[in-house]
């Protein structure tokens, strides 16, 4: 995430065109849902594009945020509001460092459209991975804090939080390959690329042995945290939009893609002079994670196979959003730069591809 796109995505403002709802209504379901709510209720909107419009709610006494299913016709499983409210109250309950679900609400009478209403964490967001706010003698431990709250995410047993059916345990890398591929394949407008091709063929051949099943973000970045004002502490992780039942190894090198990943795309250390910067090295950061989760070192090819997927599944959407950009549904300057970034992407998965040939 560039600083152009945090600047865009930081802060609140009036509630947009389209996205307005009975502010009344709203104010009298939480009166009766939220304890300990006492208006006037004053709504504003997260800048974020978030595909879940989230608004910040205001009392005289406390903030509240909420997100909800966006108004309109919505595809079936989409934006599942009612998904993340039940992650988030699962993790909470193990003391895991998540907003506090309020309430769910699935009438639509109420303001359109499901949604829920967590607390507001105040906190710091950043929005670039070398922490540039962070005084050098204590960006290691900001790593540490963000290697601790993932490897805490991979060590709770699904069954044991009730999550045991909240996605298909098991087989995840042949499932994610063959659901991109797919997409990739019958999105003709936008093309075949010959890296693609090769990981494509690849990728099925050269799954790790053993299989593991837990409870995976799916988009963990140092800029879907919050935390601490002052101290190297993850108060709250955000956007679980994307999370599910999969591999932690995939979970973990999709998080640990910003050490190759090139800053201008979503945050991340490519080009960065980490140890000038008082950043651990990606070796020792992986080390870190298997000692927090408790497993034995990954072998280099294990690993490299993660990342290379990785970039693939990334890949794969920013081949689907130049897909859009070229069919006039996606007109956006973000998605015309995402679709652009695509052979960067590619090339990126096809250079992790041949670490382990």
Known sequence: MSSTDAAANAGTGAVREGYRFDEARLAAWMDAHVEGFAG??????????????????????????????????VLKGAHAV???????????????????????????????????????????IFWD???????????????????????????????????????KPGNYFERQIARWSRQYLEDTEAGRDPGMDRLIEWLPTAIPAG?????VHGDFRCDNMIFHPTQPRVLAVLDWELST???????????AMMFRMPPDIVAGLGGADIAALGIPSEAEYLAAYCRNVGRPPISEQDYAFCIAFNYFRLAAIFHGIKGRVIRGTAASEHARERAASLPRIVALAVESMEACL
Request: proline fraction near 8%; include cysteine.
């Open 245 to 255: 039942l999969g591999h932690p190894l995939a979970d973990f090198a999709y998080h």
């Open 211 to 215: 299989d593991e099943t837990r409870i």
């Open 40 to 73: 006037p209720l004053t709504v504003e909107q997260f800048k974020g594009g978030q595909s879940n419009p989230t608004y910040k709610l205001v009392t005289p006494g406390r903030a509240y945020v909420l997100r909800r299913k966006p108004p309109g016709q």
């Open 129 to 167: 991975a070398t922490f540039p706010d962070v005084p050098h003698g204590e960006r290691a431990a900001y790593f540490a804090a963000m290697n601790a709250t993932i490897a805490a995410l991979h060590r709770i047993e699904p069954d044991a939080v009730g999550l045991g059916d909240y996605g």
């Open 82 to 124: 009612e998904r993340e409210a039940r992650v988030l109250s699962a993790l909470g309950a193990t003391g895991f460092p998540v907003a506090h679900v309020h309430g769910l609400c699935l009438d639509e009478s109420v303001i359109g459209s499901w949604f829920y209403v967590m607390e507001m964490v105040e906190g710091r």
